[in-house]
C-alpha cells in the first residue's frame, strides 16, 4: 500500500510561483505514472501534468511553459513547479497515480489573488 501526500499550497499573488510537494510513504516506482490534478470550487477535477518512472511529461494546455513537473524516484517525491500563476489557477491541488488506481490523498490549497 502507497499513501501519497500533497503539500506546498497557499496564498500568493498574481505571478508568483509555488512548489508542490507529493510525497510518496512507500515505493512510488509502482506505478507506470504520477499525475497531478486540480479542481477548483463548482468545476470538475483537471488533469494538470503527468510524469512516467522514466521521466517523460505531459501538460495540460493551461500548465504547459509555466508549470514543471519533476520527480526523485530515490527520495520517492514527485514535485510541480508553478510559475506565472493566475487567479484561475486556483483549486485544490492533487497528485495520484496515473492512470487512476484510487491512490487519492487530501490535497492541497492553491490561492492565487489577484
Known amino acids: 500500500q502507497v499513501q501519497l501526500v500533497e503539500s506546498g499550497g497557499g496564498l500568493v499573488q498574481a505571478g508568483g510561483s509555488l512548489r508542490l510537494t507529493c510525497a510518496a510513504y512507500?515505493?512510488?516506482?509502482?506505478?507506470?505514472?504520477i499525475a497531478w490534478y486540480r479542481q477548483a470550487p463548482g468545476k470538475q477535477r483537471e488533469l494538470v501534468a503527468t510524469?512516467?518512472?522514466?521521466?517523460?511529461?505531459t501538460y495540460a494546455d493551461s500548465a504547459k511553459d509555466r508549470f514543471t513537473i519533476s520527480r526523485d524516484n530515490i527520495q520517492n517525491t514527485v514535485y510541480l513547479q508553478m510559475n506565472s500563476l493566475r487567479p484561475e489557477d486556483t483549486a485544490v491541488y492533487y497528485c495520484?497515480?496515473?492512470?487512476?488506481?484510487?491512490?487519492w490523498g487530501q490535497g492541497t490549497q492553491v490561492s492565487i489573488s489577484s
Open positions: 495520484t497515480a496515473y492512470p487512476d488506481l484510487g491512490y
Open positions: 510524469i512516467t518512472r522514466g521521466g517523460s511529461t
Open positions: 512507500g515505493n512510488i516506482n509502482i506505478f507506470v505514472a
